[in-house]
T-cell receptor, first 115, second 110 residues
C-alpha cells in the first residue's frame, strides 16, 4: 500500500526551540509537500519540493525551512518555534507526470504544540 | 493571486437529503480539479478527480467553466459522509499552485 509516513504524531516544544518534522514516502514520488492545517483556514502550503535538493516556497514559508537530501525524505524545520506555529502539519507526495500526476497522498499528520 | 472559496464552513443535512458542497476558484485557464475528504481520525484522501469523470461513494462534481465552479453533489446523503471536504483546483504542476480551499465540514444528521 502506498505510504507517506510522518515520524512524529504529537510534539510539544517550547518557544525558541528548533523543531524537525520528518516525512518519508515509499512510492518513488518526485513531488513532496508540507502543509499546515488550521480550523477555518484549511490547508496552507508551506513548501514544496519537486526533486532532490530542490524547493519552492508556498503561501506561508516564513519561519520555516525544508530539506530534501534524498528523494524519499522531506523535512520541515522550524528554526525557532513560536506559539503561532502550533498547528497540524501534513506531509504529502505526488508523481510529477503520468496519470497519477497531481494526486496527493497524505501522511497522518504531526500535531505540534508550542508552549 | 489565485483564490479558492468554499462558502460554507459547516453544512448540516438530514440523512437521505441531497447535498451540495460549493467550490469556486478565481483563476483562469484549465486547472485540474479535485475534491479531497478527511473523515474523523483518518488521513486526508482523494475523493474524486474531475478528469476521471467517476462517481465515488455516490458523489459527483460538476465543472462550470463559465462560473469557475466545481461543486460536489450527492443525491442522498448518508451518515458516513460526515467529514471535512476540501476543494483543490490545481492549475499547473508547480508547487505554488497546489492550493486547497478552506474546507466545508459536512454533518449528516440521522
Amino acid at each position: 500500500d502506498v505510504k507517506v509516513t510522518q515520524s512524529s504524531r504529537y510534539l510539544v516544544k517550547r518557544t525558541g526551540e528548533k523543531v524537525f518534522l520528518e516525512c518519508v514516502q515509499d512510492m518513488d514520488h518526485e513531488n513532496m509537500f508540507w502543509y499546515r492545517q488550521d480550523p477555518g483556514l484549511g490547508l496552507r502550503l508551506i513548501y514544496f519540493s519537486y526533486d532532490v535538493k530542490m524547493k519552492e516556497k508556498g503561501d506561508i514559508p516564513e519561519g520555516y525551512s525544508v530539506s530534501r537530501e534524498k528523494k524519499e525524505r522531506f523535512s520541515l524545520i522550524l528554526e525557532s518555534a513560536s506559539t503561532n506555529q502550533t498547528s497540524m502539519y501534513l506531509c504529502a507526495s505526488s508523481l510529477s507526470g503520468g496519470t497519477g500526476a497531481n494526486v496527493l497522498t497524505f501522511g497522518a499528520g504531526s500535531r505540534l504544540t508550542v508552549l | 493571486a489565485q483564490r479558492v472559496t468554499q462558502p460554507e464552513k459547516l453544512l448540516s443535512v438530514f440523512k437521505g437529503a441531497p447535498v451540495e458542497l460549493k467550490c469556486n476558484y478565481s483563476y483562469s485557464g484549465s486547472p485540474e480539479l479535485f475534491w479531497y475528504v478527511q473523515y474523523s481520525r483518518q488521513r486526508l484522501q482523494l475523493l474524486l478527480r474531475h478528469i476521471s469523470r467517476e462517481s465515488i461513494k455516490g458523489f459527483t462534481a460538476d465543472l462550470n467553466k463559465g462560473e469557475t465552479s466545481f461543486h460536489l453533489k450527492k443525491p442522498f446523503a448518508q451518515e458516513e459522509d460526515s467529514a471535512m471536504y476540501y476543494c483543490a483546483p490545481f492549475r499547473d504542476n508547480y508547487g505554488q499552485n497546489f492550493v486547497f480551499g478552506p474546507g466545508t465540514r459536512l454533518s449528516v444528521l440521522p
